[in-house]
């Protein structure tokens, strides 16, 4: 098979590109399944399995809507996307510390119970800045 402006010796280079925009992919998207199931492990069984469908299927709706401008804002370049992208995630990992943190309290301690909406958000701040 011969696809135009592909010359004969280039499928290697090809299959290679795609290896590693696969692994890519793969590593990124473990790194959104952790995020959400930190987010929805506080929540009861029944809220947890709508937390973790709400959110991916949000997420993936959210994702897709926003490719189009973070392809223009990374066209246009700058060092604060990736700044902005790390405060973010500061912001998602000091939550959830606190929520861990919260359920290893002493007997004494009351912990704030984690709210459906709480966790979405999460899911959907650590997938927009990642």
Excluded: Y
């Amino acid at each position: 098979m011969n696809l135009p402006g592909l010359a004969e010796g280039h499928w290697g280079s090809l299959l290679s590109t795609l290896g590693q925009v696969i692994l890519i992919d793969v590593t990124l998207a473990s790194d959104n399944a952790v995020a959400v199931g930190m987010a929805a492990s506080g929540l009861p069984q029944p809220q947890r399995r709508q937390a973790i469908l709400l959110g991916l299927g949000g997420a993936v709706v959210m994702l897709c809507g926003l490719a189009v401008f973070a392809v223009q804002l990374l066209k246009a370049g700058g060092g604060g996307l990736v700044l902005g992208g790390g405060l973010l995630l500061l912001l998602i990992c000091w939550q959830m510390w606190k929520d861990l943190r919260g359920h290893g309290a002493g007997a004494g301690a009351v912990a704030k119970p984690k709210t459906l909406m709480r966790a979405l958000s999460q899911i959907f701040i650590a997938d927009i800045s990642t």
